[in-house]
């Protein structure tokens, strides 16, 4: 079995990919437009100096699109490509031209093995059952899927929609592009760095492994001088993990994004968990369940989740307890038991959302966060939204709380008399 082999990355960076996207197009020709190459790791038979002819050339690309219409505000899509953003023509860089060049003509000898190999594959797949090489077929499925990857990772236009948010996720190496940068250039890392900080592991369930990139979007903070204008629609803002949002921005329902790197579709379970509700009874903490969706088709190519997420146990709006510190709120999205088999979860009503175990929960309709997902969490603290959120969407008395007494080790002897 064949491992993708690296070389060394190309150092430049541009804008980061986000989403999902089909990409309809049509792409500018490599010949005569040499792209430039992006910043990703590179996957090919090519030799180091080789790489370092295609360092120095992307080099000076990335610098002439830091100096293009940057500040225009468009963004890269599929109906908007970023025109303004051209790579170097052909001639302006003789190193990069004959890096080019020696990409392009790797690139054919492979896609002429590939081309091969799939003959081999549809002859061996017509055989009858008893006469086939079961192992040999499947080394050559994953040698074909290796070899998908491979002829065309080192492409500069391929290489170039991934990084700004144009990527076909039907092919297989625009997924592959796009989950390396997800999981090699920061943003998985940052996710899991805040979820072990603030305790999330092991305080709601014993291990995460995400298996995809799961973002939100919640509108921007309201200025201080308007802080209860709910009316006023405010523009929405991606939410890094773990930074604190008022109560405000949370009042509605998020907008939730996803990229998937599976072709098959599989149901997900949404849930939205408050870790540090405080229990007077116990004078400890409990949780509190915000907001559930089961059954959610995902895949690769689903560019939102393509149900409505607020059916089941409605959304309820974060609102932290005056006199508490911050609470913890978490997204998960993990996998179901069975990815195609629907599961039947009653619905929580709001009397029952207090006291969530989650772990009895994913124990009882098979969902694990050890077996991938998407995660997402931030914090909040009390504010004078909380008590809007009381009056009119929890309707009902909002409970103050407060550090509890120390224990006074004389109160005995203040009770006694002090002369006889």
């Not at 991606?238 to 930074?243: H, M, S, Y």
């Not at 190519?301 to 059916?311: D, I, K, M, R, Y």
């Amino acid at each position: 079995m064949l491992a993708l082999r690296r070389l060394p990355r190309f150092t430049p960076r541009l804008a980061s990919i986000r989403g999902n996207t089909t990409l309809d197009a049509a792409t500018h020709s490599q010949t005569d437009v040499p792209p430039t190459p992006p910043a990703s790791s590179v996957t090919a038979h090519s030799s180091t100096a080789e790489s370092k002819h295609a360092q120095n050339a992307s080099g000076a690309s990335s610098a002439q699109s830091q100096q293009s219409q940057s500040g225009s505000g468009r963004k890269a899509a599929p109906q908007t490509p970023k025109e303004w953003c051209r790579p170097i023509a052909k001639g302006v860089e003789p190193a990069y031209d004959y890096a080019l060049k020696y990409i392009l003509k790797d690139s054919k000898f492979l896609k002429k093995e590939l081309e091969e190999l799939r003959a081999a594959v549809e002859a061996e797949e017509k055989k009858p059952e008893g006469e086939r090489d079961e192992g040999a077929l499947q080394d050559m499925r994953e040698r074909v899927g290796i070899l998908e990857i491979q002829s065309e990772v080192n492409l500069p236009d391929v290489r170039w929609k991934a990084r700004n948010g144009m990527a076909d996720m039907t092919k297989p190496v625009q997924r592959h592009l796009v989950e390396q940068q997800w999981r090699e250039e920061g943003a998985l890392d940052l996710l899991m760095e805040r979820i072990y900080q603030m305790n999330v592991v092991p305080d709601m369930l014993p291990e995460l492994h995400p298996s995809f990139d799961l973002r939100i979007k919640y509108a921007e903070p309201p200025p201080e001088s308007n802080y209860l204008r709910t009316r006023v629609r405010r523009k929405l803002k991606e939410v890094e993990p773990g930074i604190f949002l008022v109560p405000e921005q949370t009042r509605r329902l998020p907008e939730i994004y996803t990229t998937l790197f599976h072709t098959d579709t599989r149901l997900y379970t949404l849930l939205m968990v408050d870790l540090d509700v405080p229990n007077p009874e116990t004078r400890s903490f409990t949780t509190c369940l915000h907001w559930m969706q089961p059954n959610i088709p995902l895949s690769a190519f689903t560019p939102a989740p393509a149900v409505p997420l607020n059916t089941h146990t409605r959304y309820i709006p974060p609102h932290p307890q005056r006199g508490t510190p911050y609470h913890r709120y978490v997204i998960l999205v993990l996998p179901q038991a069975s990815a195609t088999k629907p599961i039947d979860i009653p619905i929580f009503e709001d009397e029952t959302r207090l006291g969530f175990d989650f772990r009895a929960f994913a124990a009882q309709y098979g969902v694990d966060g050890a077996k991938g997902g998407g995660a997402h969490m931030w914090r909040e603290v009390w504010d004078e939204t909380v008590s809007q959120i009381y009056r009119y969407t929890l309707k009902k008395e909002e409970p103050r709380y407060g550090k509890l007494p120390r224990p006074d080790p004389y109160a005995e002897l203040k009770r006694t008399k002090k002369y006889l």
